[in-house]
């Protein structure tokens, strides 16, 4: 919440009477509407809501302003249904220094509650499209500029062996699929390269946000003279 | 399941009648329970179960072998409550190729139904350890061999700055704290070193298992010559 109201986007506040000052000072210059326990309970779709909940101004991104090119990377989200994982990888993207992330068609929407939450304030920070397809997103790079990189489990590619020849100022689309189906071909396909997180222990994948966390990390490394 | 039972810790098996060849495959030479669609979803915890749960055989590891030191790093959780954040950093630790998990007196029962989801059978691959305390695992490490390393979002040193300068042979436990309160005074007081993951972006910090996601992977990179 306090996120959303750093970021300017919040049009409506709904507050329990006696939800305290530092709640009250939070919802200043907003329009309030006093609730009860319960029907805040209601707005905020959790059992466990602090108090006060928000209702924000959201738009998603155009192709363009999710996918600069040049520079700061971008994350491609194929069909990721879960919105935890979508809202804590918009979080990663933004901690990261992405320059913007988009989900495909399929994918979870965006401002469902859980990928909010999980986003933590991130998803008003950074420009994140929706409805896009791989094949519309790779139309729109510059292959001189930007890769379109495929992270898949089963590529020959080590991450770490890739990342460190590519140059600085290269910037990189990363593409994440589903965890249970992966990458769909049309990815592949479309992919100049697929690389794969090596797995030095007995795991056999790793979460799709944490797998992101991973490349956009090694990304911002190499992007900073850190890798090898 | 399936990663439950090639871990070989599964000692018994409930099927639903008609739940298929493949499953009835996996429960091979297992004693099996045959139940309804409604008692496995009971028994399983979760709305839509795949046709199938195991029962499993699962013990908490000693402090020595969960954080052996040397080698491979360790991780310490200090009082993680989220289950699948818990499960999900088991399994990024295994993937990373960790020696151990710790988690310390307050942390998440690691055999909650969604902490053993969300690791994926990792559970069943490296030793984790329950109710240690900072204390008692900065006390068994030789800091000769092992650098307790504790992250936390304030600290002044940068992680990659950090582990750049950290030798191949040196191992590293990493201490996570719990999101919204983050590490203790103890934990700090305790350190080798406190790290901070950069944020290049607006986001204020990093979802826990995220954050154990770009640690380890950075480490395992350190420790395979990657990084500079």
Known sequence: MREAVAAGVVVEVFLVPGAGPELEQLAAGLPVTWVSQSVLEAIAETRTPQGIVGSCRWEPASLSAALPGGGPASVLLEA???????GT?????????????????????????KCVRASAGSLFHLPVAVETSIHEARSAIDPSRMTFAVATGDAELDLFDWLGSVPEQQSICWVFGAEASGVSDQARALADVQVRIPLFGRAESLNVAAAAAVCL??????????LK
């Open 217 to 226: 990390y090694a990304d911002a490394g190499r992007q900073r003279g850190k």
């Open 89 to 113: 990888i918009i979080r990663t993207a933004d901690a990261a220094g992405a320059a913007g992330v988009l989900l495909t068609t399929g994918s979870v929407d965006p401002t469902n509650g």
């Open 80 to 86: 990721i249904s879960d919105p935890g994982n979508a």
